[in-house]
């Protein structure tokens, strides 16, 4: 009889389990910081992020904004280390400084996914994978573009946030090209923390400084040469014409500008990172081996293209 009721008890939790689904899965608790929204470039990044989570049920998000401050984003990530989420995905504000907080990271065994720019540490099994752009080739496509173009003259650099690896990068390759051609000549260097409001108080100070010696301007991102095309009208000069204006990012605006033939040209950084983070995510948990670097594909748009471009933008 006691065979015959366990025999009853195990058949009716099989058709409990069958009826309302086999248990939900455990969720895989991701912590990201992101270093604010200093551009429509990073909304965008933001934006996928958030939006690819939301997508994924099996995504637990904790999302937190640095407000490009490294100080707030090492806190948040010794913050997740202490809720012991599965990973810990950030973009760091600048390149060094990071060390010891990843270090607790890996004594804590949570791995570490780099988004976009990327961190100098001489251990690099600190994290498991970065995810972005390679911006040496960015600062590379601008200085080529400006030789195949027959550009020539003084060259104004507008450069992104001190210390960030993109501003470095953009610069770097940038320089390795055009330290060989004589008749480009940087003249003027200075940042504008990839912000379009710095981006035009830095172009006033350009032209306060050269004036109509300025030829070229090279803006380490849309947002700042978005910022610079303002002044550099309200001075009484022709972006585009006047002087030539190249940016890194690709953003909605940014075609909208060279539409109007303010902007000569912009080199593409695709910030739509979030799809490729989350499958980086879920192939860890999964155990599987990730590659050290994912560089995205990337384009570039002179003004030309931007009409009939613009309405497959994304961003």
């Known amino acids: 009889m006691k065979k015959i009721s366990f025999v009853w008890a195990f058949l009716a939790l099989v058709m409990s389990v069958s009826a309302f689904g086999a248990a939900p899965k455990k969720k895989i608790n991701v912590g990201f910081s992101q ?4 551009s429509a470039w990073r909304i965008a990044d933001t934006e996928s992020i958030i939006s690819e989570a939301k997508k994924r049920p099996n995504i637990e998000l904790k999302f937190s904004d640095a407000q490009q401050k490294q100080e707030n984003q090492i806190k948040v990530i010794r913050s997740f280390i202490a809720q012991k989420v599965d990973v810990i995905g950030f973009t760091p504000v600048v390149e060094t400084g990071y060390e010891p907080v990843l270090r607790e990271a890996k004594k804590a065994k949570i791995p570490v996914i780099i988004i976009d720019r990327t961190v100098d ?18 600062g590379r496509k601008v200085a080529k573009f400006m030789i195949a173009k027959g550009w020539k003259g003084n060259i104004a650099e507008m450069v992104g946030t001190v210390g960030s ?10 320089m390795e090209i055009v330290k060989n051609h004589p008749e480009l000549k940087v003249v003027l260097s200075k940042s504008g923390n990839f912000t379009r409001s710095e981006g035009k108080k830095v172009m ?13 301007l090279y803006a380490h991102n849309d947002d700042m040469a978005i910022g610079a ?9 022709r972006p585009g014409v006047d002087i ?3 940016s890194c990012d690709g953003i909605h605006d940014a ?40 560089i995205t594909k990337e384009s570039i748009f002179p003004m030309e293209v931007a ?9």
């Open 229 to 237: 095309i303002q002044a550099i009208e309200e001075y009484g000069l």
């Open 35 to 38: 270093i604010g929204a200093e």
């Open 121 to 138: 540490v001489k251990d690099t099994s600190l994290w498991v994978t970065h995810i972005g752009s390679d911006m040496v080739e960015e």
């Open 255 to 294: 075609f909208q500008a060279m539409i109007e033939g303010k902007l000569n040209c912009t080199v593409e950084c695709n910030p739509l990172l979030g799809p490729q983070f989350f499958d980086a995510v879920e192939d860890l948990k999964a155990g599987k081996k990730l590659p050290k670097e994912t």
């Open 204 to 216: 006033e100070t350009f032209l306060k400084d050269k004036g109509k010696n300025i030829n070229i």
């Open 244 to 246: 030539k204006i190249i």
């Open 307 to 315: 009409k009939d471009i613009m309405p497959t933008r994304k961003y």
């Open 165 to 174: 690896s993109a501003a470095i990068d953009r610069r770097q390759g940038f």
